[in-house]
C-alpha cells in the first residue's frame, strides 16, 4: 500500500477515450452551450477534444473499478480510517490516469455531471461508483489488514488531517462502512503518505483551468500530473451522526459544482 513511481502523462491511456464518438446514457445530455470546454481548448485542444468525446459514465466507473483493481495488486493505494464523534469510517485512496480522472470529474457525462442534471441523479450516480468500487475491494481485501488512522483538526474555518499511525482493521468494520448510503467518492484533496504527520494537501485540486458552466460561476477543471491524481473514496461514519447529509451535498454540486 504504498505510491509507486508514477507513469507519465501523455503515455498510454488504460480505458477507452471515446474517439469513436460514443454517447452519454444520459436522457438528456447536457447542451454545450450549458457546459463548454471553450477555456480548456485555449490551453490545450487535445483534452478538449477528449473531454467533448468523453465516454459514458458507467463506461467511466467501470474503467474506475478495473484501475483500483490494478492499484491495488502493485500496492499503488491507502486504506484509512478517521472517527466523527467517536465512529469510525473507512478511507481509500487510490491513484488513477490524469485522462480518466479529466473524465470522471470534468466531462459532461462525469460524477459531476450526474449531479448537475440533479440531486437525485447525482445521488444515484454516487451509488453506483461506490458500490462498483466497493466490490473491487471485497474482491481483493484480507479479512485482516492494517490502516493509516487519520486524525481531523478543525477550529471552523481551517483543517488539518494527520496521519497518527498504523492500526489494526478487520474488513466486515472497513465495509461496514463502504456499504453505508453515506459513502462518496471524491477527487483526493489530502493525500495519506503512510507514515505519522500531516497528510499532503493536494491544493491542485482547487485550481486548474476554468470549466465554462454556466450554473457554476467559479469551477474549475483540475487536470492533475500522474503523481497527484488520486481519488478518495469514503464510508459513511458507521453508528452515529453524519457531518453532512447526503441530501446536502448533493445540492451543494447541483448549484456550485463543489461540496
Given at each position: ?54 465516454i ?9 473499478s ?16 478517521d ?137 474549475r477543471?483540475?487536470y ?36
Open positions: 500500500m504504498r505510491a509507486l513511481r508514477p507513469a507519465q502523462r501523455g503515455g498510454a491511456a488504460e480505458f477507452r477515450t471515446g474517439e469513436d464518438g460514443g454517447q452519454s446514457r444520459m436522457t438528456n445530455p447536457i447542451s454545450s452551450g450549458e457546459w463548454a470546454f471553450s477555456t480548456i481548448a485555449q490551453h490545450d485542444a487535445t483534452r478538449a477534444q477528449r473531454l467533448e468525446q468523453a459514458e459514465y458507467d463506461q467511466i466507473i467501470e474503467n474506475l478495473s484501475t483500483l483493481k490494478k492499484a491495488i495488486t502493485a500496492g499503488d493505494y491507502w486504506l484509512g480510517v472517527r466523527y464523534r467517536g465512529c469510525m469510517r473507512g478511507i481509500v485512496q487510490f491513484r488513477t490516469q490524469p485522462e480518466l480522472y479529466d473524465l470522471f470529474f470534468n466531462a459532461r457525462t462525469g460524477y459531476r455531471a450526474q449531479f448537475w442534471t440533479s440531486p437525485r441523479r447525482g445521488l444515484e450516480a454516487n451509488a453506483d461508483c461506490v458500490a462498483k468500487l466497493t466490490a473491487a475491494l471485497k474482491d481483493h481485501l484480507p479479512n485482516q489488514f492494517r490502516a493509516r488512522e487519520i486524525v481531523c483538526r478543525t477550529d471552523g474555518f481551517t483543517r488539518e488531517d494527520e496521519d497518527a499511525g498504523s492500526c489494526a482493521m478487520a474488513s466486515e468494520s472497513f465495509f461496514e462502512s463502504l456499504d453505508s448510503k453515506f459513502s462518496k467518492i471524491w477527487v483526493c484533496e489530502r493525500l495519506i503518505q503512510g507514515k505519522p504527520g500531516s497528510l499532503v494537501s493536494l491544493g491542485e485540486v482547487h485550481s486548474g483551468i476554468r470549466l465554462d458552466v454556466r450554473r457554476w460561476q467559479t469551477a477543471a483540475p492533475p500530473s500522474s503523481e497527484f491524481a488520486w481519488l478518495d473514496l469514503k464510508g459513511g461514519f458507521v453508528g452515529g451522526d453524519q457531518p453532512k447529509s447526503p441530501e446536502t451535498r448533493a445540492h451543494d454540486i447541483h448549484y456550485r459544482g463543489w461540496s
